[in-house]
T-cell receptor, first 116, second 115 residues
Framework: GDSVTQMEGPVTLSEEAFLTINCTYT??????LFWYVQYPGEGLQLLLK?????DKGSNKGFEATYRKETTSFHLEKGSVQVSDSAVYFC???????????????FGKGTLLTVNP | DADVTQTPRNRITKTGKRIMLECSQT?????MYWYRQDPGLGLRLIYY???????NKGEISDGYSVSRQAQAKFSLSLESAIPNQTALYFC??????????????FGPGTRLTVL
């Protein structure tokens, strides 16, 4: 079945440090890939997405590239801020043939804390 | 106003009680989902509904039931709550529009504590 594996946290960085959160996946079809972010006390919100191989999703300084050859979708940001402290979830939606299976499969989440 | 709302936001109850969590959406989406979030386990799918007449079990449906009262409303019930159902519960919606690629839109969550 589908699965998503992301690096375990917690991750603690200083402000302006470089961030990478690794995410790899297994899927039998042609997945779309997502990064969701959950700020303290809030629900999940989409950070970025990519729908096909070599697509790069970007938002708020974050980027991730859909790498089919390595089945990866690593999240990066060049200079993190205190306000980026949150839990980050990698997820996939496997668009199987027939079009009826559109569920999201999530990784376990990575807690990021950015200190001033 | 929020597109996906959940009530209540917090609930404390006792073992054996029946609990209903409600979700409403104004996005006009056909698809609705219920997830639970536990520390270190990410989000796990409880039930999902592709339209009012199409309801499906997710990976952890035991002990839960759902009702899709209308396109905009999807309720989750715990018939007899137990302590290991203490968790954060999220409702989500999505649309089949290819451009969205099954992007899901989440409510703010309901924190449920079962004593």
């Amino acid at each position: 079945g589908d699965s998503v594996t992301q690096m375990e946290g917690p991750v603690t960085l200083s402000e302006e440090a470089f961030l990478t959160i690794n995410c790899t996946y297994t899927a039998t079809g042609y997945p779309s890939l997502f990064w969701y972010v959950q700020y303290p006390g809030e629900g999940l919100q989409l950070l970025l997405k990519a729908t096909k191989a070599d697509d790069k999703g970007s938002n708020k300084g974050f980027e991730a590239t859909y790498r089919k050859e390595t089945t990866s979708f690593h999240l990066e940001k060049g200079s993190v801020q205190v306000s980026d402290s949150a839990v980050y979830f990698c997820a996939l939606s496997d668009r199987r043939s027939g079009g009826s299976n559109y569920k999201l499969t999530f990784g376990k989440g990575t807690l990021l804390t950015v200190n001033p | 106003d929020a597109d996906v709302t959940q009530t209540p936001r917090n609930r404390i109850t006792k073992t054996g009680k029946r609990i209903m969590l409600e979700c409403s959406q104004t996005k006009g989406h056909d698809r609705m989902y219920w997830y639970r979030q536990d520390p270190g386990l990410g989000l796990r799918l409880i039930y999902y509904s592709f339209d009012v007449k199409d309801i499906n079990k997710g990976e952890i449906s035991d002990g839960y039931s759902v009702s899709r009262q209308a396109q905009a409303k999807f309720s989750l019930s715990l018939e007899s709550a137990i302590p290991n159902q203490t968790a954060l519960y999220f409702c989500a919606t999505s649309d089949l529009t290819p451009r969205l690629a099954n992007e899901q839109f989440f409510g703010p969550g309901t924190r449920l504590t079962v004593l």
